[in-house]
């Protein structure tokens, strides 16, 4: 038979797209349309409703960037049209392939009740099913002009990331707005010769089921009259039933699909956005869930749920009914999808707390799966952190983005640094936002890799990021893949039954230990520096806020200010959105950003300040109380102690060179600065070791060309390397303080046009070099890194995650290793040889590489450099201008137990208030490797006293330890402060204390019952 195969398949491409498509609609009237442009801000809904409008035609220009105009669409259903299926067709000048991320609207009843959203894939409003001739149709529109900010000639610098920049040019022009009649029976035919269509461009050229879908295709067009597809459609279907109906073969693909629409809780919109995105989203889904009985959906993010809860109550009540019927599920139990690399251990543990807790509150329900589809790699500490909180499943996709390797699991074990395995799927579909093609759908069967003992795999389907969800040609493109010859088979499921089939089939999975590491996206551990900043010390602040106001609590009944932490938490926790933190949303966002954390922060200075003013005793004694919030002795003051001050160390020296450099000295460390303000000499006196590499100066700020292929905020490229400016020229070198319990020299540099302000600090007492650098920067597309190579032979270094840390190779042997040139840290890096090492610390950076040379003294170098600044232009083209601060140090002759210390200590400096009460801990311990993550009061308001605790060096520890208050019992808990399960308790001793005994980078959450002192 000759080959006519690409033939019909052109056929079938033009008679869709140009006549069986348009006939969808056969007939349609236009609609009136009003409109009124709310001023600024959006406006509530019944003021929308309200306000007059003034007629506007279609093809008239509308919409401001950020805009919201209230369109009322109104007419009558022709007579003709009784018994006819009818919709309004809403087009506000859609582009059909950005869903999410152009205008948008929410249409409402008269009354004010919403019915759907519209965006580019969602354009129809169903008015009646039969019609009735002579019906007047009337609905509002709340119409979003966001402006296209990810363009099609993406990456470009724009002024539209900003509400004061982005003008006041229409965006976008009113296209078709018409009552029209919906024609079932060509919609079907679409939908059966789409499927068809794409399944047989997936199948092998040789396969016989490629030309009998090929040959049905075929009389299928025969069938239609290309003059009346409405009259012939049903004609063109009846062709296809047979191939339809094939069953698939046994050996086929399973895919799980549930509805999603994956919503960016702010990235190229404004937080106040989302909030409307949301109800937008839901409503729709809602009402998809409505028509289609065999469909489920989810969504994850509690802090989503709250949005449409406070702005929609009317859609939120219509989510719960769903939630209630167990087809609106809700998923992931985090109050985002955080970024996960730069999350502290609290915070990290809180995204799980809240919720969790949120989700059982409402609902009653705990999900058992994490849902993170897109956050740009999993740090190592977040399996123990997921098992704590309770769940088990993690799902996330973002890993198959990875520039160079290839993950090589779908399904598989992943275990953390602690140990704990999570099981944990990568769809194969490469996509969060799957829309049932039937390329997606052959991809994921294709590319699954634990073909042979797994069969199930995970599809979320729906338009994302921008959100838009699922759309009805989805369903019946998935019905139509329930079971059919050739294809994966398609079932609307839940995440969890999913999860439960996937474990139950794959007895044996692989398994990947450390982190899952997203090779791209390597400049969001920098992007925004001011955010990142904002995000450590809003982490601090509450950790000390909960530490001081329990211990005030139980000590004098100072009232504990449950409502203001769980608010300030959910604020801190909702810009660890994998957007925010990680410094990949516009400017508005930031700019938000960086007033939301000044007034947290200024809050809990204030919460901080009252509970230590209730502990501290007399004001007028004339004494001072210094307040240790970090978990080690400092100064003589106890972890979580208050005691007065005491007299401080002396013992410093600075003395002045002859080549214009100076020498500071503590008696611990001795410190060499040059003339030119580079670190020369760092010796750790008692060890009698130089930790510097030979004249490879250290505190030296090098800058970077940046400007990666794409996604400026996001990526930085491999070959920023190739060219570096060591910054070596000093404005000024001078003393800046020179007595005997400390010395510092402060240098002064210009650059381009940008000026660095660094301070070296010795302290009496402080084996450590401290070293505070502020930059004015004004720099475009560069790269500022702070260096300093140390003369250490190792093969890994270890950098901080949650509840412990992580090693990585200095090296680059393999493809895997290669890929790693910028990395995470939290509180400190960490490098030795055996018996002797230094440390790294900070109190904002996340950013960070090292490189090994070997020099010709045969000794090794490597070099750490802690990555400060960046000056990306998209989406915010002003990313990072303006002056930041910067605290770093270097602790020569450090272990990994001072490395914690010194990295804990950075982040939480000590308070001195004026009083004459020595504040003993509440809690008390015998070993410095277990440290307290958190001291707070239970989140229930029983008054009882939550402790978390972990082992902190990577090794086995035992510690007894001892509460400094009464207490009627103790039990262990998971981070939503119930007791475990499969718990014992902690063993008791004597005196109300325990001994607990922990495995490496073990987690503890102990609870506390309290005992009144009266009774
Ligand atoms: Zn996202």
Redesign the pocket.
């Known amino acids: 038979m000759h080959d006519d195969r690409s033939l019909v398949e052109s056929r079938l491409k033009r008679v869709l797209e140009e006549r069986v498509i348009p006939a969808i609609y056969p007939e349609s009237v236009p609609l009136r349309i009003g409109i009124w442009v709310a001023p600024g801000e959006p406006v509530p809904v019944a003021e929308g409703l309200a306000a007059p409008r003034t007629p506007i035609e279609a093809g008239a220009q509308w919409g401001a960037p950020w805009g919201t105009s209230w369109l009322t669409v109104s007419g009558t259903v022709p007579t003709a049209w009784a018994g006819k299926t009818v919709e309004a067709l809403i087009d506000l000048g859609f582009d059909k392939n950005m869903p999410g991320f152009q205008c948008e609207g929410l249409v409402y009843r008269p009354d004010g009740t919403p019915v759907k959203g519209l965006n580019p894939r969602n354009q129809w409003v169903r008015i009646a099913a039969p019609a009735v001739g002579g019906e007047e149709v009337l609905l509002h529109v709340e119409a979003a002009s966001n402006p296209v900010v990810l363009d099609y000639h993406p990456f470009l610098p724009t002024p539209l990331g900003e509400k004061e920049t982005s003008g006041d040019e229409p965006q976008y022009r009113l296209q078709r707005i018409d009552l029209a009649v919906f024609d079932e029976d060509v919609w079907n035919l679409v939908q059966d010769l789409e499927v068809l269509g794409e399944l047989m461009l997936e199948l092998p050229e040789d396969s016989g089921r490629r030309y009998e879908i090929l040959r049905a295709i075929e009389r299928s067009l025969d069938a239609i009259d290309l003059q009346d597809v409405n009259g012939t459609a049903a004609a063109a279907r009846s062709q296809l039933l047979g191939v339809l109906s094939v069953p698939a073969t046994a050996s086929a693909h399973r895919l799980s699909a549930v509805g999603h629409a994956?919503i960016?809780s702010a990235?190229l919109w404004p937080l106040r956005e989302t909030v409307r995105k949301v109800a937008r989203t839901t409503a729709n889904m809602t009402a998809l869930l409505d028509d289609e009985p065999d469909f489920v959906y989810t969504m994850s993010q509690a802090a989503q749920y709250e949005f449409v809860k406070v702005h929609r109550p009317e859609v939120y009540d219509r989510v719960k009914k769903a939630v209630a019927a167990g087809r609106f599920v809700p998923t992931g139990g985090m109050w985002v999808?955080s970024d996960t690399n730069m999350p502290g251990s609290e915070a990290m543990a809180r995204q799980f707390v809240h919720g969790k807790r949120f989700f059982l509150d409402e609902f009653g329900i705990e999900n058992d799966e994490v849902w993170l589809?897109?956050t740009f790699g999993f740090a190592g500490g977040l399996p123990q952190i997921i098992k704590a909180a309770g769940s088990k499943w993690l799902l996330t996709q973002k890993i198959s983005w990875s520039q160079i390797n290839k993950f090589p699991h779908h399904t598989f074990l992943w275990e953390g640094i602690d140990g704990t395995r999570i099981f944990t799927h990568f769809p194969p579909i490469d996509t969060y936002n799957c829309s049932m093609h039937g390329r997606e759908i052959a991809h994921a069967a294709r590319n699954f890799k634990d073909k042979g003992v797994a069969r199930h795999s995970m599809a979320p389907t729906g338009w994302?990021?921008g959100g838009g969800g699922t759309t009805r040609e989805m369903i019946a493109k998935a019905a139509r893949m329930r079971d059919l010859e050739g294809s994966a088979k398609v079932v609307w499921e839940k995440p969890a039954d999913f999860f439960a089939k996937a474990e139950a089939e794959y007895a044996n999975p692989p398994v990947w230990v450390g982190e899952l590491y997203l090779e791209l996206h390597r400049a969001t551990l920098t992007s925004q520096a001011k955010t990142k900043q904002g995000n450590r010390r809003s982490e601090h602040l509450l950790h000390e806020a909960e530490l001081w106001a329990a211990t005030a609590a139980v000590r004098t009944g100072h009232a504990y200010p449950y409502e203001a932490l769980d608010r300030i938490w959910k604020t801190v926790l909702l810009h660890q959105f994998?957007?925010i933190l990680p410094g990949s949303s516009i400017a508005w966002v930031h700019r938000e950003a960086e007033a939301t954390y000044a007034v947290v922060a200024a809050e809990l200075d204030t919460i901080i300040d009252a509970a230590q003013r209730a502990l501290a005793g007399d004001p007028a004694s004339g004494d001072v109380i210094v307040f240790n919030a970090a978990p080690h002795t400092r100064g003589g003051v106890a972890p979580g102690a208050g005691s007065r001050a005491s007299v401080g160390s002396a013992g410093c020296s600075l003395s002045t060179r002859d080549d214009g450099g100076f020498v500071l000295d503590n008696g611990l460390i001795r410190v060499t600065v040059d003339q030119r303000g580079l670190v020369t000499s760092v010796y750790d006196i008692a060890a009698g070791r130089e930790s510097l590499a030979p004249r490879q100066p250290g505190n030296l700020l090098q800058l970077h060309p940046d400007f990666p292929n794409m996604w400026d905020a996001w990526d930085v490229d491999k070959f920023y390397r190739n060219t570096v400016t060591d910054l070596t020229d000093a404005d000024e070198v001078t003393i800046t303080l020179d007595t005997d319990e400390a010395v510092a020299v402060r240098v002064d540099r210009s650059f381009g046009s940008s000026k660095a302000v660094q301070t070296l600090t010795l302290t009496a007492g402080a084996k450590r070099l401290d070293i505070e650098t502020e930059v004015d920067w004004h720099e475009t597309e560069k790269f500022l890194k702070l260096a300093f190579p140390l003369d250490i032979h190792t093969e890994r270094y270890a950098s901080e995650t949650q509840f412990g840390h992580l090693y990585r190779p200095t090296h680059t042997n393999t493809s895997w290793e290669h890929a790693k040139f910028e990395a995470c840290n939290h509180r400190f890096l960490h490098f030795d040889e055996p018996g002797w090492g230094v440390a790294l610390v900070n109190d904002s950076t996340y950013g960070h590489d090292v490189t090994r040379t070997v020099r010709e003294d045969h000794g090794t170098t490597t070099t750490v450099r802690a990555s400060l600044l960046r000056a990306p232009r998209f989406p915010d083209p002003e990313t990072d201008q303006g002056t930041h601060r910067f605290r770093h140090a270097l602790v020569p002759g450090a272990g990994v137990g001072d490395a914690v210390r010194e990295g804990c200590a950075i982040n939480l400096p000590e308070r001195r208030m004026p009083g004459d009460t020595e504040v003993a801990p509440l809690v008390g311990m015998d070993n410095d490797a277990v440290i307290v993550s958190a001291v707070k009061l239970a989140d229930d308001k029983s008054g009882d006293v939550v402790v978390r605790v972990y082992e902190a060096r990577g090794g086995r520890a035992e510690t007894r330890l001892t509460a400094g208050f009464p207490h009627a019992g103790v039990a262990i808990c998971d981070l939503l402060e119930r007791r475990a399960a499969d718990s014992e308790g902690p063993e008791l001793v004597a005196d109300g204390a325990i001994r607990l005994k922990l495995r490496p980078f073990e987690l503890v959450t102990l609870r506390f019952t309290r005992r009144s002192t009266g009774a």
């Open positions: 994956h960016d990235w999808e589809p897109d994302g990021d994998h957007d």
